[in-house]
């Protein structure tokens, strides 16, 4: 069984829940938020980075209003490749072709069944390599280059 660490801020929270409650093929770590109390996005996307650094989570998955904000604090880390996905054609290509370590919903962009679907998709897609993998360490070596 895949592990997977979740976050989400305060306008994610919901729909985390929901995903924690009805996927059940794989083991949820709940990084937070606990509540909809407002709170900050970074807050939650560095704890659900370093797990799958770590290799403490298998995958990640964060959530915030439209995804946006936690896109761009994931993908801060060295190592993360974090995809923020709409639909499920995005959430296979992001895993194929990009080696995507950690999702990213936008809970007030798409709806309930569609983000369900999505990370269904997602975790089924395995990394194709080859050619990907050739991009996916040009990728490393920026990251390198800055000292990330």
Same mark, same amino acid.
């Given at each position: ?55 403490? %989570?298998? $995958? ?5 209003? +439209?995804? #946006?904000?936690?896109?761009? /604090?994931?993908?801060?880390? =060295? *190592? ?44 089924? %897609?395995? $990394? ?5 993998? +050739?991009? #996916?360490?040009?990728?490393? /070596?920026?990251?390198?280059? =800055? *000292?990330?």
């Amino acid at each position: 069984m895949l592990t997977i660490t979740i976050g989400s801020d305060h306008a994610g929270f919901r729909l985390k829940n929901l995903i924690i409650s009805r996927f059940k093929s794989a083991n949820f770590n709940d990084a937070g938020a606990y509540s909809e109390e407002s709170c900050d996005y970074p807050d939650y996307a560095l704890p659900v980075g370093r797990a799958v650094i770590s290799g403490e %989570a298998d $995958f990640g998955v964060l959530i915030c209003g +439209t995804g #946006i904000g936690m896109s761009i /604090a994931a993908n801060k880390m =060295q *190592g993360i490749r974090a995809a923020l996905c709409f639909n499920e054609f995005m959430a296979e290509k992001s895993r194929q072709h990009n080696d995507a370590n950690v999702l990213i919903l936008g809970a007030r962009v798409i709806d309930d069944d569609s983000a369900l679907n999505i990370l269904e998709k997602w975790l089924a %897609a395995p $990394f194709e390599g080859g050619r990907h993998q +050739t991009r #996916i360490d040009k990728i490393s /070596a920026i990251e390198d280059s =800055q *000292g990330k």
